[in-house]
C-alpha cells in the first residue's frame, strides 16, 4: 500500500487511537537488572520509524511465528524479501515454564521469577530469528501481559490491567525494550487503546503486501485476542493487503496439530474425535497449503528448537514437534 494511503487512514481515525493510548501511559518501571526504564527510553526515544516490509507477522507468544509461519518466513527470506515479526506478549505468564527454568514449586513463583521466564524467552526469539534469516532489528516486541492479553483488549477505560505474574501494568522489554518505550520514549499501559495503537504503528509503518495472525478459531484467548486486535487494526487504517491467519491451539493439546508426533512426509490431517472435529470451527481444507522442502522442514525444527524452555515442558516437545508437517496451512480472513 502507497504511502499517501495511509497517510489519509490516519488521518481519518489514527489521531483519536493514539490519543487515548498516549494521554494516560504511565512512567516507566524497571525494564531490566541494573537498568530503568527512563534511561533505556532516553536512549532509544530518537529510534527511527519501522521500516516497510513484505512480510508482516503478529504472534501473541514467542514461538507462534515457527509454529505457523516458519517456512513462509524462509521462503521469503530466500527470495529476498523483508519480513517482521511482531510480538503482543513475552510469554511472561506461563507458569509451568517458570518452575521448571528456576527449580521451583510454582506456588513459590513470584514476579521475579516470571520476569526471568520473559529474558529468557525474548531471547530465545531472537536466536529462532536468526535461524530463519530474519534481523533482530524486524523483531518488534509489544510486551503486553501473556495469558492475559485479552483482559487487555477488553478494557473500555483507561484503567490498565495487571498482570497476575509479572505484577506489572504497563509494557517492558528486558533484552531489548519494548516498542513503544523505543518509538515514544514511556512504556504503554496494559490498556485497550495502548495495545492498539501500538498494532495500529507497526502495520502503518510497515506497508506489508501480507500479514499474517492467529485464527479467530484458535481455543487460546490470547490468540483470539490477537486475531480481533489486528483486525481492528486494519480497519483503522483501511489496509487492503493479504490477511492470512493459522490455528495454533485447537482444544486439547493431544487433538491438534494432527497427525500427532513430527511426521514431515504427512500433511496436516483433519480429525473427529468424541464428536467433535479438529481443528473446531475452521473449514476443511484450509484456504491455503504451502508445501515445504525436507530443507524448510528441518529449519523450522532447528528454530522451534531454539524456543528451549517450551520444548523441555511435559509433552512440549510432542506438541511442537507435531507442527512439523510436509506444509504450512493457513485461512483467509478479508
Known amino acids: 500500500m ?11 481515525g489514527m489521531v483519536v487511537i493514539m490519543a487515548a493510548a498516549c494521554g494516560a501511559a504511565p512512567k516507566p518501571g524497571v525494564v531490566g537488572e541494573g537498568g530503568s526504564a527512563r534511561s533505556e527510553a532516553r536512549a532509544n526515544h530518537s529510534a527511527a520509524p519501522l521500516t516497510p516490509v513484505d512480510i508482516l507477522i503478529f504472534a ?18 530466500a527470495a529476498g524479501k523483508s519480513v517482521r515479526v511482531s510480538f503482543a506478549t513475552l510469554g511472561d505468564g506461563f507458569a509451568h515454564a517458570a518452575a521448571i527454568l528456576l527449580h521451583k514449586e510454582e506456588a513459590a513463583l513470584g514476579p521475579a521469577d516470571y520476569l526471568s521466564l520473559a529474558r529468557v524467552r525474548q531471547q530465545e526469539t531472537i536466536d529462532a530469528a536468526r535461524v530463519l534469516g530474519v534481523s533482530p532489528a524486524n523483531i518488534v516486541f509489544l510486551g503486553y501481559p501473556d495469558g ?17 505474574t509479572t505484577g506489572r501494568s504497563s509494557t517492558y522489554g528486558i533484552v531489548v525494550p519494548d516498542y513503544h518505550t523505543r518509538a515514544h520514549g514511556r512504556a504503554a499501559p496494559y490498556t485497550r487503546a495502548a495495545v492498539l495503537a501500538d498494532v495500529v504503528e507497526v502495520l502503518q509503518q510497515s506497508r506489508p503486501s501480507a500479514v499474517y495472525v492467529t485464527s479467530a478459531k484458535d481455543t487460546h484467548a490470547d490468540h483470539m485476542a490477537m486475531h480481533d486486535l489486528v483486525k481492528d487494526a486494519i480497519a483503522a487504517i483501511g489496509y487492503s493487503g493479504a490477511l ?42 484450509p484456504s491455503v497449503r504451502v508445501p515445504l522442502t525436507s530443507g524448510e522442514v528441518a529449519v523450522k525444527l532447528r528454530a522451534l528448537g531454539t524456543y528451549h524452555s517450551q520444548w523441555v515442558l511435559p509433552h512440549g ?18
Open 2 to 12: 502507497g504511502a499517501m494511503r495511509f497517510r489519509e487512514a490516519v488521518r481519518a
Open 148 to 164: 492475559a492479553l485479552d483482559r487487555v483488549a477488553a478494557t473500555t477505560d483507561n484503567t490498565p490491567v495487571t498482570s497476575l
Open 244 to 285: 492470512s491467519t493459522f490455528v495454533v491451539h485447537s482444544g486439547p493439546p493431544w487433538e491438534w496439530p494432527w497427525p500427532q508426533g513430527s511426521t514431515p512426509q504427512l500433511p496436516f490431517q483433519q480429525h473427529t474425535s468424541g464428536g467433535t472435529t479438529y481443528p473446531v470451527g475452521a473449514p476443511w481444507p
Open 317 to 334: 516437545h510432542d506438541l511442537l514437534a507435531s507442527f512439523i508437517k510436509s506444509e504450512e496451512i493457513f485461512w483467509t480472513d478479508r
Open 60 to 77: 501473541p507468544h514467542p514461538d507462534d511465528e515457527v509454529i505457523g509461519c516458519a517456512g513462509i518466513i524462509q521462503r521469503a527470506v
